[in-house]
Nanobody, 116 residues
């Protein structure tokens, strides 16, 4: 069973930076595409960034956030720079198997709060 454990969230002032980490266990890391999603109160969960054949970013974070994965450490990271109050949300790590039908796994989430 795949397990995803996120860390690195917290409280930061606008303009600051945070780095989220997600450690993967329980299966073969290389057969999963990895991504980060976020959910703010009262809003649906939305894609922030994902690594598959290409790297995709939400328009709202392009140029500020960078996703990366370390296959040796079975981890995926989200470097967040120039944070804005509207980036405040619970951030979730996602693993999606590359095979069809795909299987999705989610971490427990980590809170990011950006103060103005």
């Amino acid at each position: 069973q795949v397990q995803l454990v996120e860390s690195g969230g917290g409280l930061v002032q606008a303009g600051g930076s945070l780095r989220l980490s997600c450690v993967f266990s329980g299966s073969i890391f290389s057969i999963y595409d990895m991504g980060w999603y976020r959910q703010a109160p009262g809003k649906p969960r939305e894609l922030v960034a994902a690594t598959a054949a290409d790297v995709n970013y939400a328009d709202s974070v392009k140029g500020r956030f960078t996703i990366s994965r370390d296959n040796a450490k079975k981890a995926v990271y989200l470097q967040m720079n120039s944070l804005k109050p509207e980036d405040s949300a619970v951030y979730y790590c996602n693993a999606r198997s590359k095979f069809v039908p795909s299987t999705n796994y989610w971490g427990q989430g980590t809170q990011v709060t950006v103060s103005s």
